[in-house]
């Protein structure tokens, strides 16, 4: 499995009251090599908390994270750092694309602390393949402010996997996008999903984007369910 949470729980104290919020409540899920799953829910339902877990972004209260069949409660901050940057690969609703950066230096970032120097070296090859991939090869030189929201996107999704990631994690990537850049993106990250055989979770509030990407779980009320 690259991806698996055993009887994960989140709660959260308010200082200034002691009272205890539980956000998720025993959600346990397993992801393989390049299989995809969506997460649906509404505002407040604990999905960004939930893939902030699974991007070792953030610690449980209790239960089990394991990626790529190791336990994370072993791994020191450097090491979950070192994971999160080579062997995931994370896509916002906002694209977070530097303004004084072109589209490649854009892309390029997660590869400035990479020690394989192998990978580092083949990395603008890659990302130009990638640009080409998504139809956005001529654009290699312009800054964000000039492209759109959809070809921002586009350039994050590129970007999320120039570290060749064994797992894409992605939070709301359509909620900021007019519904055609929407099922645009939707579209790339299924096609992306198949064509790099890389495991895949988006969570989403838009049912009709969770439906192209892979198996549906529902969580709401910090209970993750199938239906």
Do not use: W, Y
Request: proline content about 4%.
């Amino acid at each position: 499995m690259i991806c698996e949470l055993l009887h994960v729980h989140k709660s959260f104290v308010n200082n200034q009251s002691a009272i205890r919020r539980e956000v998720l409540t025993d959600i346990s899920l397993s992801l393989a090599k390049g299989q995809a799953m969506s997460i649906v829910g509404p505002s407040g339902s604990g999905k960004s908390t939930l893939l902030h877990i699974l991007g070792l972004l953030d610690t449980p209260t209790s239960g089990t994270v394991m990626f790529d069949g190791n336990d994370m409660a072993h791994h020191s901050v450097n090491q979950l750092a070192r994971i999160r940057n080579q062997q995931i690969g994370f896509v916002f609703q906002s694209h977070h694309l530097l303004p004084q950066l072109n589209l490649l230096e854009n892309i390029l970032l997660p590869t400035l602390p990479l020690e394989d120097k192998t990978l580092k070296k083949s990395a603008r090859g890659r990302a130009k393949e990638l640009l080409d991939l998504v139809g956005m090869a001529d654009k290699i030189r312009q800054f964000p402010g000039q492209l759109s929201g959809g070809e921002c996107q586009r350039a994050a999704v590129v970007r999320a996997l120039i570290n060749q990631p064994k797992l894409i994690l992605a939070d709301e990537p359509t909620g900021s996008l007019d519904e055609a850049s929407a099922q645009q993106i939707g579209q790339l990250l299924s096609d992306l999903n198949h064509q790099n055989n890389v495991a895949m979770i988006v969570v989403t509030h838009s049912l009709k984007l969770a439906n192209m990407i892979g198996q549906v779980h529902f969580l709401e009320g910090g209970v993750l369910t199938t239906k």
